[in-house]
């Protein structure tokens, strides 16, 4: 049996299938229900189902991102290369696989399924 990790970003990258999103998930709800009664969300944008974008990211706002997402050790590669998120959107298949000096299975993950995504999702909002 394939067991996929889930990841509090999963949402913000649409990455579940509309099966999986329900109203029924508790930060969801409570959005629902303030905008229903007008009241003000102070959370952050990460909290309101919204990522950054990644073009702002400091070096320790992509490491954080990526020990977020599960990649606690691969996530110092980040760091010791000191790659900021402009750096993470111009970043190849390639130089994630060799660049990083992280093994082989954790970089292609990362690569499929956080930087091409973001790197989609930047363009997608950044695209007139």
């Known amino acids: 049996m394939l067991l996929v990790e889930r990841s509090p970003y999963d949402d913000v990258l649409q990455l579940k299938t509309p099966n999986e999103r329900t109203p029924t998930d508790s930060k969801e709800t409570a ?14 944008p990460m909290e309101n189902g919204q990522l950054p974008d990644p073009a702002d990211w400091a070096v320790t706002d992509v490491v954080n991102y990526f020990k977020a997402v599960g990649f606690d050790e691969q996530a110092n590669a980040f760091q010791d290369q000191e790659i900021d998120g402009k750096s993470l959107l111009l970043m190849t298949r390639n130089d994630v696989l ?21 790197q989609t999702q930047h363009l997608k909002n950044n695209t007139s």
Do not use: C
């Open 31 to 44: 959005a629902m229900e303030n905008k229903a009664n007008g009241s003000v969300d102070n959370k952050s």
């Open 98 to 118: 060799t660049g990083l000096s992280i093994k082989l299975g954790p970089a292609l993950k990362i690569y499929e399924y956080h930087v091409k995504p973001l």
